[in-house]
């Protein structure tokens, strides 16, 4: 549980703590083929970022006219993605290192994702993040996925945090639409660099427009210290 002053701090898994983007694509990818689509492309997949996996699959089923409920679709892309993610999943360095601190100083910190509980819980596991972060919330636990704020408000129940002491990490506009509308404040990492003019980036606390790149662990920290909670 949080103390008076000190904010729990609530990450997005994929694009934000791992680079997971490349593995979803890729069991994506070999999903669609079973169904007969060949073109599934990394520029197509991007417009998905951020987006819960079953909100995807409803809308690429309906796109490709795909005959699978979407139940089966998901419990596919599922096993395909489990299989790559524990074969390979990298932590942006930076990430890691802020975990690392936040960890030291005694904040508490929760996972809050689209992604299954078992992509999470293996994930976190095979990075060794969960030695760190033991609270997670995914979407399958809550009524609505991202951008609506179910995941958030949940992770901050679970912490014993209020909303407004709770800071959100982001790599994706609905996402960051979600911290917003849960009332939490947003560090916005954009994970497609061509989304750092979105307006859910432009009213984050902090932004670093360059994603990855740009972001430090003793950037995140300093503006995480000083900055005053929301009203």
Known sequence: MSTPGTPSVIFDLDGTLVDSEPNYYEAGRRLLAEHGVADFSWEHHTRFIG???????????EEYGIEAPVDELLAGKNRHYLELARASTDVFPEMRKFVERLHTAGVPMAVASG??????????????????????????????????????????RRLGASPADCVVLEDA?????????????????????????????????????????EFTAQAAYDWLVVAEPSS
């Open 51 to 61: 987006i819960g996996t079953r909100e995807t699959l409803e809308v690429l089923r």
């Open 115 to 156: 992604s299954s509980r078992a992509a999470i819980e293996a994930v976190l596991a095979g990075t060794g993040l969960d030695a760190f972060i033991p609270t997670i919330v995914s979407a399958e636990e809550v009524a609505q996925g991202k951008p609506e704020p179910d995941v958030f408000v949940e992770a901050a």
């Open 173 to 213: 506009p609905p996402g960051a639409a979600a911290a917003h509308a849960a009332g939490m404040r947003c560090v916005a990492v954009p994970y497609v660099p061509g989304t750092a003019g979105d307006p859910a980036f432009l009213a984050a606390g902090l932004l670093f427009a360059g994603g990855q790149s």
